[in-house]
T-cell receptor, first 111, second 113 residues
Framework: TQLLEQSPQFLSIQEGENLTVYCNSSSVFSSLQWYRQEPGEGPVLLVTVVTGGEVKKLKRLTFQFGDARKDSSLHITAAQPGDTGLYLCAGARSGAQKLVFGQGTRLTINP | NAGVMQNPRHLVRRRGQEARLRCSPMKGHSHVYWYRQLPEEGLKFMVYLQKENIIDESGMPKERFSAEFPKEGPSILRIQQVVRGDSAAYFC???????????FGEGSWLTVV
């Protein structure tokens, strides 16, 4: 059972376009993290959201945590080839230290 | 400040051999986590340890896998009698305390031939 469902799993778009990646669950999380992973490397933390409805911006990336803390989205504006990579969402349940990961979204930005 | 250090980065083992993966957490971090990633999949939690204690091993296979985090030295993930299905990337992560951000190492890629 996949507790966190990411969509789409694969996305290939042209440079300059906008995109949104979704991370959905039927479970409530106390916090949710977004990571980016390059081939052959470990996940690198992009952002942590902890409050329902929270919106965080990181340059051209906008992260939102759902009001009920069950879902999140990552929006990239004017995508660039350097944004190419595997994007992972991960949630922490209240009282638990371990992270539950989505299966990832593999993003390719074509020049 | 050095990050989470894992070694070896790449390991090839024949079926039936043992694999030992080592993880040195970030300085000041006493909480260590091991995750496994199969090709084209997300990470799956295996085990959470604090110094000398296993806190949560709910993701560890019941047989052949063990983990430790001794008082001195790195955390070790040990896989005995490896099989082809054990081929994966194994990531270690650390945090300074409960509820804090978890930082990942660059992973150890195990290939069983």
């Amino acid at each position: 059972t996949q507790l966190l469902e990411q969509s789409p799993q694969f996305l290939s778009i042209q440079e300059g376009e906008n995109l949104t990646v979704y991370c959905n669950s039927s479970s409530v999380f106390s916090s949710l993290q977004w990571y980016r992973q390059e081939p052959g490397e470990g996940p690198v933390l992009l952002v942590t959201v902890v409050t329902g409805g929270e919106v965080k911006k990181l340059k051209r990336l906008t992260f939102q945590f759902g009001d009920a803390r069950k879902d999140s989205s990552l929006h990239i504006t004017a995508a660039q080839p350097g944004d190419t990579g595997l994007y992972l969402c991960a949630g922490a349940r209240s009282g638990a230290q371990k992270l539950v990961f989505g299966q990832g979204t593999r993003l390719t930005i074509n020049p | 400040n050095a990050g989470v250090m894992q070694n070896p980065r790449h390991l090839v083992r024949r079926r039936g051999q043992e694999a030992r993966l080592r993880c040195s957490p970030m300085k000041g971090h006493s909480h260590v986590y091991w995750y496994r990633q199969l090709p084209e999949e997300g990470l799956k939690f295996m085990v959470y340890l604090q110094k000398e204690n296993i806190i949560d091993e709910s993701g560890m296979p019941k047989e052949r896998f063990s983990a430790e985090f001794p008082k001195e030295g790195p955390s070790i993930l040990r896989i005995q009698q490896v099989v082809r299905g054990d081929s994966a990337a194994y990531f270690c992560a650390s945090s300074p305390s409960v509820g804090n951000t978890i930082y990942f190492g660059e992973g150890s890629w195990l290939t069983v031939v």
